[in-house]
Structures are given as structure tokens and as C-alpha cells.
């Protein structure tokens, strides 16, 4: 599809140096019967350049594309309005080449909301990046806590502040479909306090789109999913939300397993291969229930989450099932998970992930710190940037 759209908009663009071509009488066109003077004639080269320039960025994948695609497309459409009897067809290419352009800067606004809020959430995060997990940090966590802890290696190193990730994914939207859909999802995580940024692109075809964002901070969730970020498909906030977005991020503590020593965090043994941790954040509390194999590996992670946000939502149990498990980055983490909600009507497995790379406390969170520092520090300046 960027290859298709890329060679449409050159071709557009070589069409318009006929109009260069007679205007300097270098070739007879019978098919133009407009006179075109020599200035306009330099329009029609100009418009041609910018948007073929347009194309060929466009399929390079470099962003700012779309400053030459505007540019060349709006004097395209005035030489085309001005010559309309020769040149009309051209509108419809154009308003092809209007509808991708509005939907990349919508993209990119999209984009620097995320970047902002990252950087809000590190830069309010505290780092103790020099502190070392000691063995006599465990000793109070039940057994099985412990052994699972002393199982990912986190004792005699750095405590974990950041966290940064990739994922590839495979999603159902809803529990009748059949068909997996592909995704790629990024996240970036704070220990304290705790909090994360999701994010997620997922094609459900190729014309749509769909963008997603997941963001847990100061006790408070919030989903927003747009369709080539432009349309809000999703966007929910509330008690609920917090709740559910609060045991997300307790499940997801096995890729960062430091953060289990957190005070915010309550455990509480069940039986030799299970735990149950309570976290309180802001007010905001939920549980999740840890069950572990008898190598200390983690098996699964249940919570009873609100499924949806609406005023009769009910919670149902929600399952994180551990694939695979291996040494990623310097710890023995949870690399392929699946989560299944168990329905009225039974289960409906919706997602299926794996981490491809994950990163503490250094690269990977530059990567992020760099983009979120440089943009917008400030709340008030971070508030500034939303979509319309």
C-alpha cells in the first residue's frame, strides 16, 4: 500500500510537466489547448518536483514527507483550477494525496502527545538506579515471592526505576472473531511511582488504521484508541479504568521484578506456589493473584478487572497464561503471555504477545528520556499538546 500510494503520487506529479513543456515550447501537446505562459509553465515544473519529491519521501518512510506533499499539492490544485477544462482529473488524485497528509499530521500531533506524557511520567519518576537488591530485602515476602524473585536474579543488582519494552502482538478485537490481527506495542514503565505508557499500532486493514494508548499515572487510567489517528474510537477514563489499568500494571511487575519490593505493594502467601499482592496507588487499590511452578517460574497472573466502562460493567476474572520464560536483559522474565477474560459465554482469548526487547534503567530509556526532555518538560507546556 505505501509502495501503491508512493508511485501514485509520482506519476501525478510527472503529469504536470506537459504544462513546463509547452509553456516553453518544447514539445507540441495537442491535448492541452490552454495557453500557458511561461511563469505558470515554471508552476507546473514546481508543482511536478514537490510532489514527486513528495512520493519518493513518502516511500523513504521520513516523516516530514508531507511539508513537500502540501506544498506542491496546493499549487497543483490552483493550476488545476485555473485550467480545469485540461487538468480537472488531477483533483482526484489530490484528494488522495489531502486525506494521507491530514492523516500523517494527525499522526505526528498523536505521536507528540505520547512523547509528552512520557516525558511527564519519567521526569516526575525517582530514580534509584545505585541502590542494589540485597538478599535481606526479601526476607519478609512470602515464600514463594521470594523464590520467584531469587529465581529472575534480581539479588546483588541495580533496583529497577525504568523500564522500556517492545512487543509483538497478535489481537482479537472481539470475542467472536477469528481472524488474529497483528500488532506492535511499546511501553515505558516507572517503579515509583508506579505508572506506564502503552502504545500500540494495529492494521485492521489496509486503509484503517487503528493507534492505541494505555496510561496509568497518579492512580489514574485512561484508554484511547483512534482510527488513523483521527477518530476516537475509544476514550475512557474513571473509577473502573483506574482500577483495571492499576492490576494491569501489577501483572506486568514480572518483567521488571524489583518493582515487587515496592511498599505500595501488600503480598500475602496462599499456599506454597501462590501469592496474593494487593498495590495502592493514590487511593486507587486492586489485587492480582501470582501462581508459580515449582521451579519458582510464574505460571499465571488472575484479577478480577471491570470489563469495559460503562455504568453496569461487571469484573470478570482476567488471565495472564505464561508461555515462555528466559533469561532477557540480565533477568529470567515472562517473554510469551496470552490473556484470556472468562466470559458468561466462556473464554475469550483476545490477546497473544511477545517482549522482543526489553531494557532498565539505561539505552531504552534514553531513547524515550531524549525525545521527552527535549520536547515538552513542563505540565502546563505537555497540557498544550492534545488532539482536537
Same mark, same amino acid.
Given at each position: 500500500?505505501?509502495?501503491a500510494?508512493?508511485?501514485l503520487i509520482?506519476?501525478?506529479?510527472?503529469?504536470?510537466?506537459?504544462?513546463?513543456t509547452k509553456a516553453f515550447q518544447l514539445?507540441?501537446?495537442?491535448?492541452?489547448?490552454?495557453v500557458?505562459?511561461?511563469p505558470?509553465?515554471?508552476?507546473w515544473?514546481?508543482?511536478?518536483?514537490?510532489?514527486?519529491?513528495?512520493?519518493i519521501?513518502?516511500?523513504?518512510?521520513?516523516?516530514?514527507w508531507?511539508?513537500?506533499?502540501i506544498?506542491?499539492?496546493v499549487?497543483?490544485?490552483?493550476?488545476i483550477?485555473?485550467?480545469?477544462? $485540461?487538468a480537472?482529473?488531477?483533483t482526484?488524485?489530490?484528494? @488522495?494525496?489531502?486525506i494521507?497528509i491530514i492523516?500523517? @499530521?494527525?499522526?505526528?500531533?498523536?505521536?507528540?502527545?505520547?512523547?509528552?506524557?512520557?516525558s511527564?511520567?519519567?521526569n516526575?519518576? !525517582?530514580?534509584k538506579?545505585? !541502590?542494589?537488591v540485597?538478599?535481606?530485602?526479601?526476607?519478609?515476602?512470602?515464600?514463594?515471592?521470594?523464590?520467584?524473585?531469587e529465581?529472575?536474579?534480581?539479588t546483588d543488582?541495580?533496583?529497577?526505576s525504568?523500564v522500556?519494552?517492545?512487543?509483538?502482538?497478535?489481537?482479537?478485537?472481539?470475542?467472536e472473531?477469528?481472524?488474529w490481527?497483528?500488532?506492535?506495542a511499546?511501553?515505558?514503565?516507572?517503579?515509583?511511582?508506579?505508572?506506564?505508557?502503552?502504545?500500540?499500532?494495529?492494521?485492521?486493514?489496509?486503509?484503517?488504521?487503528?493507534?492505541?494508548?494505555?496510561?496509568?499515572?497518579n492512580?489514574k487510567?485512561?484508554?484511547l484508541?483512534?482510527?488513523n489517528?483521527?477518530?476516537?474510537?475509544v476514550?475512557?477514563s474513571?473509577e473502573?479504568i483506574?482500577e483495571?489499568?492499576?492490576?494491569r500494571?501489577?501483572?506486568?511487575?514480572?518483567?521488571?521484578?524489583?518493582a515487587a519490593?515496592?511498599?505500595a505493594?501488600?503480598w500475602e502467601?496462599?499456599?506454597?506456589?501462590?501469592?496474593?499482592?494487593?498495590? $495502592? @496507588?493514590?487511593g486507587t487499590?486492586?489485587?492480582?493473584?501470582?501462581?508459580? $511452578?515449582?521451579?519458582? $517460574?510464574? !505460571?499465571?497472573?488472575?484479577?478480577?478487572?471491570?470489563r469495559?466502562n460503562?455504568?453496569g460493567?461487571k469484573?470478570?476474572e482476567?488471565?495472564?497464561?505464561?508461555?515462555?520464560?528466559?533469561?532477557?536483559?540480565g533477568y529470567?522474565i515472562? @517473554?510469551?503471555? !496470552?490473556?484470556t477474560w472468562?466470559l458468561?459465554?466462556g473464554?475469550w482469548?483476545w490477546l497473544?504477545?511477545?517482549?522482543?526487547e526489553?531494557?532498565?534503567n539505561?539505552?531504552?530509556i534514553?531513547k524515550?528520556?531524549?525525545l521527552?526532555?527535549?520536547?515538552?518538560?513542563?505540565?502546563?507546556?505537555?497540557?498544550?499538546?492534545?488532539?482536537?
Amino acid at each position: 500500500m505505501r509502495i501503491a500510494f508512493a508511485l501514485l503520487i509520482i506519476i501525478h506529479g510527472l503529469v504536470h510537466f506537459p504544462g513546463f513543456t509547452k509553456a516553453f515550447q518544447l514539445v507540441q501537446i495537442k491535448e492541452l489547448s490552454a495557453v500557458i505562459s511561461r511563469p505558470v509553465g515554471i508552476l507546473w515544473l514546481m508543482a511536478g518536483l514537490l510532489l514527486i519529491s513528495a512520493g519518493i519521501l513518502f516511500w523513504q518512510k521520513i516523516n516530514f514527507w508531507w511539508v513537500a506533499g502540501i506544498t506542491g499539492l496546493v499549487i497543483s490544485q490552483i493550476l488545476i483550477i485555473s485550467f480545469w477544462a $485540461d487538468a480537472k482529473w488531477g483533483t482526484v488524485p489530490n484528494i @488522495v494525496l489531502l486525506i494521507t497528509i491530514i492523516t500523517a @499530521v494527525s499522526a505526528q500531533l498523536f505521536d507528540r502527545k505520547i512523547d509528552s506524557e512520557r516525558s511527564l511520567l519519567y521526569n516526575r519518576s !525517582e530514580v534509584k538506579n545505585a !541502590e542494589i537488591v540485597q538478599q535481606e530485602d526479601l526476607k519478609d515476602l512470602p515464600e514463594p515471592v521470594q523464590k520467584w524473585l531469587e529465581n529472575t536474579g534480581i539479588t546483588d543488582n541495580e533496583k529497577i526505576s525504568t523500564v522500556w519494552l517492545k512487543q509483538q502482538a497478535k489481537m482479537k478485537l472481539k470475542p467472536e472473531q477469528t481472524k488474529w490481527l497483528e500488532a506492535t506495542a511499546e511501553q515505558f514503565f516507572t517503579v515509583n511511582p508506579p505508572g506506564f505508557i502503552w502504545t500500540v499500532d494495529l492494521n485492521m486493514s489496509p486503509l484503517i488504521k487503528i493507534k492505541g494508548r494505555d496510561k496509568f499515572e497518579n492512580g489514574k487510567g485512561q484508554m484511547l484508541i483512534k482510527m488513523n489517528s483521527l477518530f476516537n474510537v475509544v476514550n475512557e477514563s474513571g473509577e473502573k479504568i483506574d482500577e483495571g489499568t492499576l492490576q494491569r500494571y501489577l501483572g506486568e511487575i514480572v518483567w521488571f521484578p524489583s518493582a515487587a519490593l515496592s511498599p505500595a505493594i501488600k503480598w500475602e502467601k496462599l499456599d506454597d506456589f501462590s501469592a496474593r499482592a494487593t498495590l $495502592d @496507588v493514590a487511593g486507587t487499590t486492586g489485587s492480582g493473584t501470582f501462581y508459580f $511452578d515449582e521451579n519458582g $517460574d510464574l !505460571e499465571k497472573f488472575t484479577a478480577f478487572r471491570f470489563r469495559g466502562n460503562e455504568p453496569g460493567a461487571k469484573r470478570h476474572e482476567w488471565i495472564i497464561t505464561v508461555k515462555e520464560t528466559k533469561n532477557l536483559n540480565g533477568y529470567r522474565i515472562p @517473554v510469551k503471555m !496470552e490473556s484470556t477474560w472468562m466470559l458468561e459465554d466462556g473464554p475469550w482469548t483476545w490477546l497473544d504477545l511477545e517482549v522482543t526487547e526489553i531494557e532498565y534503567n539505561g539505552p531504552g530509556i534514553s531513547k524515550v528520556a531524549d525525545l521527552r526532555t527535549s520536547s515538552l518538560s513542563t505540565e502546563s507546556k505537555a497540557q498544550a499538546v492534545q488532539m482536537p
